[in-house]
C-alpha cells in the first residue's frame, strides 16, 4: 500500500485521478490540495459526489506540509506551475507524476518559445521520462518524475508510431486533424467555454499553432531517428469527454489494408490499452471513461494514403487514466490496476 498526495485535485484530471485511485486496491489518497481555493475545504463540499467516498480535507496548497504525508504525488497543476512545485518534492525523495507539459519538452528553448514563460527548473528536464508506457515502459519502472503525456500527443502518437517506424510512410506529410470534448480546455472561467459559446458548434483552433504540436514532433522525431513535421488542426466538440483523432499518412509505396493491420496487431499485441479494431464507425463512445486508446485503419489506394483513427478519453488515457497507468509500472503493481 502506499500513500499519495493529489495537489490539483479540484480541477477536471485531479477529480478523475480521485474517482480512479479510489478503486485502486494498493493505494491510500492520503494528501489533496489545490492552488485555487483560499481556505481548507472537505473534498465532499468542493465535489459533492465524493461525500461518504473519500473523507480528506482539501488544503490550500503549502509544498512543506505536503512532503511528508504521501510517498507519491500526482500534479494537476496548470502548464508552467509544475516546475515550482518538483524540485521541492524530488529533493524530499519523493516520485512526482506530472500532468502538465512542464516536463515534457526536452529542449527549455522550445517549452519557452511555446509556453511563453521562462523554465524554472531546467536541471530535471533531463530527469524526467516521457509517461508513455506502449513507447518507454522500461524507463518508466525506474523512474522517479514522470511527465505525463498530452492529450492530443497520446492519441497522435499511438496512431502514428507503428506505421512511422515500420518505414513505409512520408515523414514530411503528416496530417493530424483532432476534435477534443470541452473538458480538454481544464475547469476555469472563460468566454469562450461558455454553453452558449460552445453548445451547437465546431470550432478550430489553433490551427498549427496549438502547444501540443512540438511535443507529438518531439516524439516522432526519436521514432523516426529524424525531424519529422506535421500539420495539426484541432477542433473544439460540445461534448464533455473524449477526443478522436484522423490522421493522414502517404505511404512510401502501395500497400494493402491487410498487411498494415498486421503490422499494427502485432506492434500493440501485448498492450493492455490499445485496441486495434475492425469496425467501421469510430466514436469516443467506444472509449468514454475508460483508459483504452481504439485505433481503426483506411486505405486510399489510389492516392496511396493511410488514414488511422485514433479515439481516447481525454481525461483518461489523456491524462488520469495514463497517471494511473504509469503509478502502476512503477511500483510493480499489474499495469491494469484500477483501470479495469
Known amino acids: 500500500m502506499i500513500k ?45 459526489h465524493l461525500r461518504g467516498r473519500l473523507d480528506l480535507n482539501c488544503e490550500v496548497l503549502d509544498i512543506k506540509k505536503a ?8 500534479l494537476a497543476l496548470p502548464h508552467t506551475v509544475s516546475f515550482s512545485v518538483v524540485p521541492m518534492l524530488l529533493a524530499n525523495n519523493k516520485k512526482v507524476i506530472d500532468l502538465s507539459a512542464d516536463y515534457r519538452i526536452e529542449d527549455a528553448k522550445i517549452y519557452e518559445e511555446w509556453y511563453k514563460v521562462k523554465h524554472a527548473d531546467k536541471s530535471n528536464i533531463k530527469k524526467a521520462v516521457y509517461g508513455l508506457p506502449e513507447l518507454y515502459r522500461e524507463k518508466i519502472k525506474k523512474a522517479n518524475l514522470i511527465a505525463n503525456p498530452g492529450c492530443y500527443p497520446t ?39 461558455l454553453f452558449t459559446e460552445v453548445n451547437e458548434a ?24 529524424k ?41 500493440y499485441k501485448n498492450e493492455p490499452f490499445v485496441r486495434v479494431v475492425k469496425q ?8 468514454v471513461n475508460t483508459n483504452f486508446c481504439d485505433i481503426a485503419l483506411r486505405l486510399d489506394t489510389e492516392r496511396k494514403m ?12 489523456g491524462a488520469s ?17 484500477g483501470l479495469l
Open 280 to 287: 467501421e464507425a469510430m466514436s469516443t463512445k467506444n472509449v
Open 321 to 337: 487514466g495514463q497517471a494511473v497507468q504509469n503509478m502502476n509500472i512503477m511500483y510493480g503493481f499489474p499495469e491494469t490496476s
Open 4 to 48: 499519495v498526495g493529489i495537489i490539483g485535485a479540484r480541477g477536471y484530471v485531479g477529480e478523475e485521478l480521485i474517482k480512479v485511485l479510489l478503486k485502486h486496491p494498493q493505494v491510500k489518497i492520503s494528501y489533496l490540495a489545490a492552488k485555487n481555493i483560499d481556505k481548507v475545504e472537505p473534498i465532499g463540499v468542493l465535489l459533492p
Open 155 to 193: 492519441a497522435a502518437t499511438l496512431g502514428i508510431t507503428p506505421a512511422l517506424i515500420s518505414g513505409k510512410v512520408d515523414t514530411k506529410s503528416i496530417i493530424v486533424d483532432a476534435k477534443s470534448g470541452v473538458t480538454g480546455a481544464g475547469r476555469k472561467a472563460s468566454v469562450d467555454l
Open 202 to 225: 465546431v470550432k478550430a483552433y489553433k490551427t498549427n499553432n496549438h502547444q501540443h504540436m512540438p511535443e507529438i514532433e518531439q516524439e516522432l522525431s526519436k521514432l523516426a531517428g
Open 306 to 317: 493511410l488514414v488511422v483513427i485514433s479515439v481516447i478519453d481525454n481525461l483518461l488515457k
Open 227 to 267: 525531424d519529422t513535421k506535421i500539420t495539426f488542426c484541432p477542433h473544439l466538440i460540445p461534448m464533455n469527454s473524449g477526443i478522436l483523432e484522423t490522421i493522414y499518412l502517404k505511404l512510401k509505396k502501395n500497400s494493402t489494408l491487410e498487411e498494415l493491420t498486421k503490422i499494427y496487431e502485432r506492434f
Open 67 to 74: 512532503v511528508p504525508k504521501a510517498d507519491l504525488f500526482f
